[in-house]
Nanobody, 116 residues
Framework: VQLQASGGGLVETGGSLRLSCAAS????????IGWFRQAPGKERERVAC?????????YYGDSVRGRFTISRDNAKSTVYLQMNNLKPEDTAVYYC?????????WGQGTQVTVSS
């Protein structure tokens, strides 16, 4: 099982980015996958999660609800995080995590920086 996050970068306030989490070793439809972030000096925060397709639930943190959208493309084995109306407080390293067969697998982080 491997997860690889990408798509981070530098963007101005109000801008958009789309993060990708490419998965291998499992079927993304069958497991919950989430996005987390960690800013310097802060704890890792859960941003958004998408449950396995048979359950279909989504989760968004209060600070991102209405601005971020998590989605999944099973054919591409990829989970996306579309981030709109970005704010400086969204600056962090973003990680994806898959809960697969009882274990948590993390991708490497991708840096998102929002300039004011």
């Amino acid at each position: 099982v491997q997860l690889q996050a990408s798509g981070g970068g530098l963007v101005e306030t109000g801008g958009s980015l789309r993060l990708s989490c490419a998965a291998s070793g499992f079927i993304v439809d069958d497991y919950a996958i989430g996005w987390f972030r960690q800013a310097p000096g802060k704890e890792r925060e859960r941003v958004a999660c998408i449950n396995k397709r048979s359950e279909g639930s989504l989760y968004y943190g209060d600070s991102v609800r209405g601005r971020f959208t998590i989605s999944r493309d099973n054919a591409k084995s990829t989970v996306y995080l579309q981030m709109n109306n970005l704010k400086p407080e969204d600056t962090a390293v973003y990680y994806c995590r898959g809960l697969v067969r009882g274990y948590a697998y993390w991708g490497q982080g991708t840096q998102v920086t929002v300039s004011s």
